[in-house]
């Protein structure tokens, strides 16, 4: 028995309470009074008032350290905390159960109700808020004891509860039942609800479950616990209750009748991981409760039960069995499928072969030579030297700008300590002999010296056992974050086979669990996705051999890290890897062919990626075809597509002329016509007229009441025919019901019309959609509403002048009518209307004109450039248009739209529209450069009727005109009275288009082949020929450009120049003929020596070539120049921002900075053929700041922008790119001028 110290007690409450004395002298006193003998209970109302008195400012809760707190908390709250810690570890052992009831009403008493709490990341959230069902003293008690006062602590729930071994769950059941018998029973609410709690805060609760005699607890009241769903347990309740028991694999077999009734939830996250859960128990456990159960609830939770029942392999007979028995038509379906299902996937796994994993070598130990001392002892020295130099830097640059920074200075003096002893037991250390015992710091500097410029890396004997040792030393410990990180510094890693991986982390750490580390590397849902950046043959027989942690991933088997971890192995991570086995493991097909059919978009693809690898797959996928809902048979049918076996043809055919419903009609004939059958007999205008009744007798579709059918226009099919307007207005139904911007379907219906008519609905709809997308109010509407609002603005602005007179001087004599002016210009722009929910009508315009839909759509774009999804529509729906203006106005959008989603969709429909081709994006953007009107002999004809024109380019790419005489003119005529003035207006139109595309021509193609030269990029000889020499337009801009015929291995075997008759001639003036097997490259300063340099020039001269750009202007950076690999003899040098701005902008670079921050730090300029950054850093500034002096500090190349990608080395990188760049670099520097003190 523990004597009671009654000093102690008394001190430690008086602590506890000791901040309200500033509120009112002795109050902690009285508190401390009241706890201890149960006196003068008149204190808690006196607390409630002067909690009230100061609730703006939440006076009283934060003298006590907010207590029942969960979030970030400061400094200030620390010391109030540590006092009522110490209460929490003495708890029963020097207080009654009462005195701790009345410890708690205390701190309930500061407990304001119409406080309204902040929302931030850093909110803190009241124990108020956790659950209804229990007493506010006690939630105080609770969450305070056992979550506030452990917040910003490192420990895990075990360590935290060793601080309050006093506690038990017992006690806290005792608290309740002596305030009110009966209250204990709702105890579990507070360990497992979590209402208004930010997901972020949940790990901040797991202390709770570390507390004594929990799981007996549970387990003594397990129907209690069963129970708690039914008895108002929130969403995310359930879920920490599930989580509870995954943590707890003896409470699984315990509960299987919870699983399963939370398997068939309503609410999908509760519903898959308790599937997740009764999948992870014995089959037979699993098996005989949803038997037992199936006859309870809903057909739709029968439905599921069916599902989990396959999932589990059950025998065909158990279904049959249930079949004989059950009466509803749906799931009588379900029961029917699944038995299809289970003799399709028996056929299936006697089909397909076990996927043959390939051995691995496993690596062999040896021992680094000494010439390895002595790279160490050099790579050392260097770093010395150039620390030595930075840390003199910083000084100069805290004495210049009155800084106190440390950072290098520090560096150099940690680097200074090292010895010559010290480097031998690195090297020792690498082979394995002995360990490193050094500070945190010293361990950076230890990894820096071994792999400086990769010197150690070249020698024969450096192997993964020395590059792991090297990364092991930074990290003290390799988990798996530390792991992913190495893996994204060193580029070999990615591309090692990850068991051997898992070898040399074995036998070099005592780390338990390696390959859960290695598998973690991959599957963690941390920032950076290791499964873009591997090697996927690398990737896929380390978790062949390792199942499990995919297993995991996908949600098969309960997760093993910690309740409410912020980490947790991903799903679309384990399908990615999936897609990268050669064949799918065959226990997965039900599971992703689940998801392959599901309404997220990302796993469905991935599972229908890796699906598609499994050859007898498409068996189980026609059965869907059957399907009770019309989504996922119109997902079957797309998947069909996407598996693309002829055999599904017969399937599919069976389904159309069984389906109902005019959208999955729609999507079978589309799945057919992709799989090759002939579908014309569904296309004839008698077929397509009978299919327009019928369609037009259900619902008209939501969305497009102001599609006014008497505006389509009269539209012909491809024989002149006329289209009934019933298949017209029919097609705009099903296309909005489909809400597919490119529906494969309605590209084929529009491609039967004449082409005038497919330009005719393509504008019609297009211009429709965006007039409706467009609304704005009335000019009725705006001038009602600046009458009404006028005036209040006008003394809001009145006050702004009175109040900041230098700031609103404008406001000074405004008026009345000036506000409304100002109102009805903002009423009238403001859009009211949307039509994105009718997108799928888009899937119309596929036919519109080229030219016509650029410039509609450009408008918008720069007018409407926040309505992403509408813009993202429209390129989708003009993508299956062939037209060249429309892929080059998409590759426009794919390299330079601000907007990033914009971009990556354009970027995705032009690997699209290559793929269709079989071309790469490079031939593409080749292969439809626009001609401007020009044909192959470069002449524009312009036909007035009785009189035709011709336009032709000059060298200077000046336009000539000249008329049926050949006399050159200076602008085309007006029209005659015998001519038609519409078709002069029209050709007018179509030569000032050619004019405005001959500019963007010209200054697009400049770029490309400037970006051709810094790459070094190779044409066949045939291709070069063909789409840059032969095009009317291109064809001049390469004559003024020196290039250079190589053969397989690079080698230069000539250089010329092409000229204006077509021939191609020599630095000598001698004609040549390019051999057919050679490939043609752009020559440049650093590829041919001086003496041809020269020549060259003379050549340009002397034949009056004023060259593209620059080609002989610009050399490489001297050695000495690059340090660390990066171009920083610059380094230090000063300008100002926009001044660098204006610079680096003209040469083709954009800024780059972090949206959290909005620090512009540096300029890139991406050459997406090397998938290259060249970055140009400097000091930095604000986007929002005026100009500023900043420093240049040096130029980088990366692969990736983020900081955590290696960089390049610059010494190995292209060198027509090296020198290019170093052009860049100057020419900033001669803006800069040297930095003195």
């Known amino acids: 028995m523990v004597k009671h110290d009654q000093n102690l007690m008394d001190q430690v409450i008086l602590d506890c309470f000791a901040g309200l004395n500033k509120l009112e002298q002795s109050i902690s006193e009285r508190i401390c009074h009241y706890i201890l003998y149960g006196k003068d209970v008149v204190i808690l109302d006196e607390l409630k008032v002067l909690s009230k008195t100061y609730k703006y400012d939440n ?26 810690a110490k209460f929490y570890q003495l708890w029963t052992s020097q207080y009654s159960p009462e005195q701790l009831i009345r410890f708690g009403k205390i701190l309930a008493a500061a407990y304001i109700p119409d406080t309204p709490q902040r929302r931030s990341f850093y909110e803190k959230i009241s124990s108020r808020v956790i659950t209804p069902k229990l007493p506010l003293w ?23 509860m060793a601080e309050r071994d006093n506690w038990s769950i017992e006690q806290l059941h005792q608290l309740l039942e002596i305030e009110q018998k009966g209250l204990g029973d709702q ?29 007996l607890y549970i387990t003594n009241n397990l129907e209690r616990f069963k129970s708690l769903p039914d008895q108002e347990l929130s969403t995310i309740g359930q879920l920490q209750q599930l989580q509870y028991i995954a943590s707890h694999n003896d409470l699984k077999e315990r509960v299987v009748d919870l699983l399963v009734k ?104 040896v021992d680094l030579p000494v010439k390895a001392r002595d790279i160490l002892h050099q790579n050392y020295q260097e770093l010395l030297i150039q620390s030595q130099n930075r840390a003199q830097l910083e000084k100069l640059d805290n004495q210049g700008y009155h800084n106190l920074e440390r950072n290098e200075q520090e560096r150099y003096e940690q680097l200074t300590t090292f010895t010559d002893n010290d480097l031998d037991m690195i090297f020792h250390y690498l082979n394995g002999k002995g360990q490193l015992m050094q500070s945190d710091i010293k361990n950076q500097l230890t990894n820096e010296i071994i792999l400086h410029k990769g010197r150690l890396q070249t020698i024969p004997e450096f192997n993964l056992y020395h590059l792991l040792r090297a990364e092991k030393i930074t990290y003290t410990n390799i988990e798996s974050y530390c792991l992913a990180l190495s893996f994204l510094k060193h580029e070999i890693l990615p591309c090692t086979d990850l068991r051997l991986i898992a070898q040399v982390l074995n036998n070099i750490s005592d780390m338990p669990d390696v390959k859960r580390i290695v598998a973690a590397a991959y599957l963690m849902n941390y920032y950076y996705d290791l499964t873009f950046e591997s090697d996927a043959n690398c990737v896929w027989p380390f978790f062949a051999e390792n199942l499990i942690y995919l297993d995991e991933a996908l949600g098969l088997i309960p997760s093993l890290e910690p309740q409410n971890s912020n980490y947790t192995f991903d799903k679309k991570r384990g399908l990615k890897i999936l897609t990268f086995f050669p064949k799918l493991p065959v226990k997965y097909n039900i599971y992703l062919l689940e998801l392959a059919l599901g309404d997220t978009k990302i796993p469905r693809l991935l599972a229908q990626q890796a699906l598609s690898k499994s050859p007898c797959i498409h068996r189980q996928v026609e059965n869907v075809l059957t399907s009770n809902k019309y989504k996922q048979r119109i997902l079957a049918a797309n998947l069909l597509v996407t598996l693309g076996n002829k055999s599904s043809i017969a399937a599919l055919n069976t389904a159309l002329n069984q389906e109902k419903q005019e959208v999955v009609q729609a999507a079978l004939l589309s799945a057919l016509e992709s799989l090759g059958e002939n579908i014309g007999q569904y296309l004839t205008p008698s077929r397509l007229l009978d299919d327009a009744s019928k369609g037009l007798k259900s619902k008209k579709p939501a969305g497009i009441e102001w599609l006014v059918n008497d505006t389509i226009p009269a539209l012909t099919w491809q024989n002149g025919e006329q289209v009934d307007r019933k298949i017209i207005i029919w097609w705009m139904w099903l296309a909005v019901k489909l809400k597919e911007p490119a529906n494969p379907l309605l590209t084929i219906y529009i491609r039967l019309l004449s082409d005038k008519s497919q330009k005719q609905l393509g504008l019609f709809i297009l211009q429709s959609f965006i007039q409706q997308d467009t609304l704005t109010p009335t000019l009725i509407e705006a001038e009602n509403e600046a009458k009404l609002t006028a005036p209040a603005r006008l003394q809001s602005y009145l006050n702004s002048y009175k109040n900041h007179p230098d700031f609103y001087p404008e406001y000074q004599n405004i008026t009345l009518q000036q506000v409304i002016e100002r109102i009805e210009k903002e009423v009238l722009t403001r859009l009211i209307g949307s039509a994105i929910k009718s997108k799928g009508l888009l899937a119309l315009i596929g036919g519109i004109e080229g030219h016509v839909a650029v410039s509609i759509i450009k408008a918008y774009m720069k007018n409407h450039y926040t309505r992403r999804e509408q813009i993202e529509a429209m390129l989708e729906a003009i993508a299956v248009n062939d037209d060249f203006i429309i892929i080059q106005f998409l590759l426009t959008i794919a390299y330079s739209n601000p907007k990033k989603t ?39 004809m312009l036909d007035y009727g009785a009189r035709t024109f011709t336009a032709s380019i000059d060298d200077n790419f000046k336009w000539q005109l000249k008329n049926l005489e050949g006399n050159i003119i200076k602008t085309l005529p007006e029209a005659r009275k015998d001519e038609d003035p519409t078709v002069i207006k029209e050709v007018k139109k179509q030569f000032s288009r050619s004019k405005k595309e001959l500019t963007q021509i010209v200054s697009s193609q400049t770029e490309r082949l400037y970006e051709a030269m810094c790459t070094q990029r190779r044409w066949q000889v045939s291709n070069w020929q063909q789409y840059l020499f032969a095009h009317p337009i291109v064809g001049r801009l390469v004559q003024r450009l020196v290039w250079l015929a190589v053969d397989e291995q690079g080698k230069i075997c000539n250089s ?51 060259p593209l750009f620059a080609q002989f202007a610009n050399p490489l950076p001297k050695s000495q120049w690059i340090d660390d690999g990066i171009v920083n003899n610059y380094t230090g040098w000063l300008t100002d921002a926009f001044t660098i701005r204006n610079v680096l902008i003209k040469r083709g670079y954009k800024n780059e900075y972090f949206e959290d921050s909005e620090c512009l730090d540096c300029y890139c300029k991406y050459y997406s053929n090397l998938n290259l950054y060249t970055i140009i850093q400097f000091s930095g500034r604000y986007i929002s700041q005026e100009n500023s002096l900043v420093e240049r500090y040096y130029l980088s190349f990366r692969q ?32 800069s001028c040297k930095f003195e003190i």
């Open 59 to 84: 006076r009283v809760y934060n003298l006590l350290g907010m207590p029942g707190s969960v979030g970030f908390l400061d400094e200030s709250n620390e010391p109030q905390q540590k006092v009522r």
């Open 138 to 160: 006690f939630l105080y008690l609770f969450i305070d004891g056992l979550v506030t006062t452990f917040l910003n602590r490192n420990f895990d729930a075990e360590q935290n």
């Open 187 to 215: 105890l579990m609410f507070a360990f497992f609800e979590r209402q208004h709690v930010p997901e972020y805060h949940y790990s901040y609760f797991n202390t709770v479950f570390a507390i004594k005699g929990l799981k």
């Open 262 to 365: 939370q398997s068939t939830s309503s609410i999908k996250k509760i519903r898959e991981l308790a599937t997740t859960l009764l999948l992870s128990i014995s089959k037979e456990s699993a098996q005989n409760q949803l038997i037992a159960s199936f006859a309870q609830g809903t057909p739709k939770q029968r439905c599921q039960k069916i599902a989990l029942l396959v999932k589990l392999s059950v025998d065909k007979e158990i279904f049959e069995k249930i079949l004989t028995e059950e009466t509803n038509k749906i799931v009588v379906k379900s029961i029917e499928s699944a038995l299809f299902s289970i003799k399709d996937d028996k056929l299936v796994k006697q089909e397909e072969d076990e996927i043959i994993i390939p051995p691995f070598m496993p690596i062999t130990e």
């Open 902 to 940: 914009i971009q990556e969709k354009a970027k995705s429909l032009i690997n699209q529209i290559a793929e269709q081709k079989k071309w790469t994006t490079d031939d593409l953007t080749e292969r439809t450069v626009l001609t401007a009107g020009l044909d192959d002999s470069g002449i524009l």
């Open 1056 to 1106: 010329f120049r092409p000229t204006e008759d077509g021939s191609l001639i020599n630095l000598h003036d001698e004609e040549i003929t390019l051999n057919q097997n050679h490939y043609i490259t752009l020559a440049h300063n650093v590829l041919l020596p001086a003496s041809h340099i020269n020549q060259w020039q003379v050549h340009l001269k002397d034949y009056k070539v004023t």
């Open 1200 to 1231: 990736k922008r983020i900081y955590t990608k290696p960089k390049i080395d610059a010494n190995d990188i292209p060198a027509v790119l090296l020198a290019e760049s170093f052009a860049d670099y100057m020419a900033v520097a001669n803006a």
